[in-house]
């Protein structure tokens, strides 16, 4: 149930994001503005998250689950700068998702006026036993 729940708060996130995007796209006659986005979208954000994350042992032995909210910046290059926790869960939590976060690769960068340049993006690290077992992420339906 749990893995429901997180996966629908990444669907979420996306599917604000992309709702900006296309706000966006509809208020300007330069078709080339957009947010920052990881490459893939949200299927391959789960997908490097099952790849990638290392959970922490002792919150797994304890059966914790929680979600990390970071802060970072997509600078114009589509490199992710100054990460830092928004919404913080336990230490071993907060670490891994700051590591997670700045091992991803580059990002998709924000463009204004068909330029890329820098944006803020908040992101979610959900750890969730659910999600590691969870099927692959194409199998995961949209909103």
């Known amino acids: 149930m749990l893995i429901l729940i997180i996966q629908s708060f990444i669907l979420n996130c996306f599917s604000q994001a992309n709702k900006q995007t296309n ?16 490459p893939g979208g949200k299927d391959a954000y789960i997908k490097y998250l099952k790849e990638n994350m290392k959970y922490p042992e002792e919150e797994k032995a304890m059966g914790i689950d929680a979600i990390v909210q970071i802060n970072f910046i997509v600078d114009a290059n589509g490199n992710i700068t100054k990460p830092e926790i928004a919404k913080p869960a336990t230490e071993n939590f907060n670490n891994e998702a700051l590591r997670l976060i700045k091992t991803m ?12 340049v820098a944006a803020t993006y908040t992101l979610p690290v959900p750890f969730s036993m659910g999600l590691m077992d969870s099927p692959d992420p194409e199998a995961v339906p949209d909103n």
């Open 23 to 38: 706000e966006t796209i509809k208020n300007t006659t330069d078709l080339d503005e957009t947010v920052s986005h990881f």
């Open 105 to 116: 690769p580059k990002w998709m960068p924000a463009k204004q006026n068909g330029k890329n």
